[in-house]
């Protein structure tokens, strides 16, 4: 028979000696609560190097953009915005006028060009009226001449012409008169003329001369505004109405596909997921996740953007790979900032989105 003894204390460890003793209350869980701070503060070392050897070497990922790869137009010129025909986000068609602009330098140039054209085209016409004046004229004399002539007639009919100057004086002295009126209207008209042919060439060359330059300064003023050259989706729109531009200032980005797609950057030695018919799972910034597809042959090898790469890495190269997105997007912000993971080998891409 096995006997134990007990100590008081283990009876009613609160009593010694008939006296109640308080203790303080345990301190097990403080304990193990610093054990376990302990044991993480060790581990987590080990997990952060696991897991970033994990996500570097093991998982394919890159960053990327999403974008329409959007075109953006120029000023050809300086001037001021007059009008602008559409706003952000609005659909165009091919054609359409989205920016008018003027420039005052041009407007000066016209304005010029045509008061010059109108002071040599109003010479013109002032000498061609002296002409068709000084050819009045001559059919008046030639008019007058006729009636003189049928007067005569008309008094050698009458027999009258014993009571006055002898006829063949009259007939003699109004010759005379004709031919001195004629010879000044045809000095007139000869002096017109010469003038004329010696001032027409001149003058044709000036009008032609002025014509052009006026056609010029019109066909710049006119290629200040802008056109839609296809169907498309306004981005951005980057001046405002009354705004003064210069030359080669950015006015609107209009989008160049319907559909956006997505430029990943992918590291060199990742090549063979560059390939064609490469799956990758695209993940938004609000954590949607779609299903995208490389189809373009990988030909390009480009510096990561600034905003894709840290402040020591802005020259760092990667593979230009573009990605389309199987399913369609309604609304999208371009230049969004995305990750791409790509898949490894046959895997079903549904199981791969939650990898």
């Known amino acids: 028979m096995k006997v134990e003894f007990k100590h008081e204390k283990q009876h009613d460890p609160t009593r010694q000696t008939g006296f109640k003793v308080s203790y303080a209350p345990a301190k097990r869980a403080t304990f193990k609560m610093r054990w376990y701070l302990l044991v993480l503060l060790v581990v987590s070392p080990?997990?952060?190097?696991?897991?970033?050897?994990?996500?570097?070497d093991i998982l394919v990922k890159a960053d990327g953009i999403l974008t329409s790869e959007p075109v953006t137009i120029f000023a050809r010129d300086e001037g001021v915005v007059v009008d602008i025909g559409y706003q952000q986000g609005d659909r165009i068609t091919r054609?359409?006028?989205?920016?008018?602009?003027?420039?005052?330098v041009f407007a000066?140039?016209?304005?010029?060009?045509?008061?010059?054209?109108?002071?040599?085209e109003e010479s013109v016409y002032r000498t061609s009226l002296k002409i068709e004046d000084v050819s009045d004229r001559k059919v008046a004399l030639y008019d007058n001449a006729k009636k003189t002539s049928l007067g005569f007639k008309k008094e050698i009919s009458d027999k009258k012409y014993a009571q006055h100057m002898p006829l063949s004086d009259r007939v003699a002295l109004e010759l005379a008169k004709l031919e001195i009126e004629d010879k000044a209207v045809e000095a007139e008209r000869e002096s017109i003329l010469s003038h004329a042919r010696e001032t027409s060439s001149f003058t044709a060359s000036v009008l032609l001369d002025l014509e052009k330059e006026l056609s010029r300064a019109k066909a710049k003023q006119s290629q200040l505004n802008i056109y839609a050259h296809a169907e498309s989706i306004i981005n951005?729109?980057?001046?405002?109405?009354?705004?003064?531009?210069?030359?080669?200032?950015?006015l609107m980005s209009l989008r160049n596909r319907e559909q956006p797609v997505v430029n990943v950057y992918l590291q060199p030695n990742r090549l063979e997921y560059a390939k064609q018919g490469s799956k990758a799972t695209i993940?938004?910034?609000d954590g949607k996740k779609y299903i995208g597809e490389v189809k373009v042959p990988v030909k390009v090898v480009d510096k990561i953007p600034a905003m894709l790469s840290g402040p020591f890495e802005t020259s760092k190269a990667a593979i230009k790979v573009q990605i389309d997105i199987?399913?369609?997007?309604?609304?999208?912000?371009?230049g969004l900032p995305v990750e791409v993971r790509f898949?490894?080998?046959?895997?079903?891409p549904v199981l791969q989105r939650f990898w």
Not at 108 to 120: D, K, S
Not at 237 to 249: I, L, P, Q
């Open 95 to 104: 054609g359409a006028p989205l920016i008018e602009m003027r420039s005052s």
């Open 108 to 120: 000066a140039e016209i304005a010029l060009l045509e008061n010059r054209l109108a002071e040599y």
């Open 283 to 285: 993940r938004f910034p």
């Open 326 to 334: 199987d399913e369609p997007i309604d609304e999208f912000v371009e």
């Open 236 to 250: 951005e729109v980057f001046v405002s109405e009354g705004e003064f531009v210069v030359k080669a200032s950015p």
């Open 343 to 348: 898949h490894y080998g046959n895997a079903h």
């Open 46 to 56: 080990v997990v952060y190097v696991f897991w970033h050897f994990f996500n570097a």
